[in-house]
Every structure is written in C-alpha cells, then in structure tokens.
C-alpha cells in the first residue's frame, strides 16, 4: 500500500486489523475490516478467543456480505498469526484477493485501522469503569453500527457522514 490511504471506488482497498478491549470478566478482541473508500466498517467480529475463525476469518465473512467485491481488491493487514494462517490465505485466494502485509515491527502501514480503534477507545472505552463482556458488546455494536458507520463525521469525507459521501458521490442509494 506503502502508505496510500485512499481508494478511489469500494472494495478497492480494505485494511483490517485486531485489538483488545478489557472488561470484568477478561478481553475481548475486536476484529475490523474497513474500506479505505468510505472509511465504513464494513465487517467485524467481536470475540472471546483469538482463532482465525473467531477473529480475521469472521470478520472477513461480514464483508463479502456487506459489500460486493466486483473488480480487484487488496486487502491489507499487519503480520498476525489470523491474517497469515493457511485458512485465511486461502480464503483471500478463493476470492482472487490481493494480500498486502505491513513492513515487521512497522504500525503506521496501517494507520487507519489503529486510527480506528483510537477512536473507539477513546470515545467509548477509556475513562469508563469496566463492564460485563455481555454489556461490551452491545456498546461496541451500537458505536460500530449506530454511531461510527451513521452518524459520526469523518475528517477524510470533508466532515460528512458516510451516508451523505456515498450520496453526493452517486455509489449506493440510501446505504450507509
């Protein structure tokens, strides 16, 4: 990608990566997939485990359900075990998908995937006492779902939503 954070039409680039999100009773790890496009998460998993099936795998599957992949697609993502694993690979290949890795020991290859998740920690987690798994993962899927995906503004769209960016640039009707 060498730091091109842009695409010029969805399911051009999608960029994914894992994190952790503490809670009462231990972690829980977020995977996303986000279209470099529209910014939108278009795929995620929220897990108690960190398989490739519960993770990277997951995640990907919402994707491919939330947006069609009509012409080439690279998919980027760091070096985790999830996103290297033959299962994975093959996945991507299945869907004659362009793998794009991050340099080792290099996180700004995907800037806008941590990005993400600062956003997340920042405006949901952090200064909040901790909660139940159960309760975590009602609040991530309405910041995700509701929030983020809907309403929130985003500084790479000029400060419009996802929605009003996709209307003005004639992609989807009425789709978020």
């Not at 278009?42 to 990277?56: C, D, N, P, Q, Y």
Request: net charge positive; with cysteine.
């Amino acid at each position: 990608m060498d730091r091109n954070f842009t695409a010029g039409k969805p399911a051009q680039v999608w960029v994914s990566d894992i994190t952790y999100i503490q809670t009462k009773e231990g972690f829980l790890y977020l995977t996303t997939v986000i279209d470099l496009y529209d910014r939108k998460i278009i795929g995620w998993s929220l897990s108690k485990g960190m398989s490739t099936e519960e993770t990277s795998l997951a995640a990907w599957k919402m994707a491919v359900k939330n947006r069609k992949i009509v012409d080439e697609l690279v998919f980027h993502s760091d070096r985790g075990v999830q996103y290297a694993s033959k299962k994975f690979v093959n996945t991507l290949d299945f869907y004659n998908v362009t793998r794009s890795m991050s340099r080792s020991g290099n996180c700004w290859d995907n800037a806008v995937a941590e990005s993400f998740f600062k956003s997340l920690k920042t405006e949901l987690i952090y200064g909040n006492k901790l909660i139940t798994k159960e309760q975590m993962e009602l609040q991530v899927f309405e910041y995700i779902e509701i929030w983020y995906n809907k309403k929130r503004r985003h500084s790479t769209l000029n400060y419009q939503t996802i929605e009003e960016f996709n209307n003005l640039n004639k992609i989807y009707k009425n789709v978020a």
